[in-house]
């Protein structure tokens, strides 16, 4: 086995794009740790959903974060971001989906596009090597659903 990391290698790739993902996502959970979700509930009841679903955006932005970064269960967790990211968009930034920003222009919901698709990327990505299932199941490998 070769030991030298590769310029080009998909598993490096991959390991980049989880940490990144991950990493910009949790501190958006921990600053909901820190600073609550009391907002959140009412929100979610504005839309005819029960409010104790608020507790969901602790899985989306601080569970699934941790398994991206650590690569098990890779998928599922990129699949919670996403939905969190359809969520976000769909409860509080569904006016903004075609305007731009003012001052410094960019896509008004360029930051949720950013984590969704980045989530969906890894969905079908997988894990990669770099990680502790280390690409050795179907929901971390390249061949899943195969």
């Known amino acids: 086995m070769e030991s030298t990391l590769k310029l080009h290698s ?37 839309n005819g959903l029960p409010g104790f679903i608020a507790y969901g955006v602790y899985v989306a932005e601080v569970l699934a974060p941790l398994l991206l970064i650590i690569g098990w269960q890779t998928r599922p967790a990129a699949l919670v971001i996403a939905f969190d990211m359809i969520m976000a968009v769909g409860l509080a930034h569904r ?17 949720e596009a950013f984590f969704f698709l980045g989530a969906m990327a890894l969905f079908f990505f997988g894990a990669g090597r770099y990680s502790i299932s280390q690409g050795a199941n179907r929901y971390a490998s390249e061949t899943a659903g195969s």
């Open 95 to 111: 006016n903004n989906i075609f305007t731009i920003k003012t001052g410094g222009g960019g896509w008004s919901i360029e930051l």
């Open 10 to 46: 998909d598993d490096v790739g991959k390991l980049i794009l989880r940490l990144t993902i991950a990493g910009l996502m949790l501190f958006h959970g921990i600053s909901k740790i820190i600073h609550g979700i009391g907002w959140l509930p009412p929100v979610l009841n504005q």
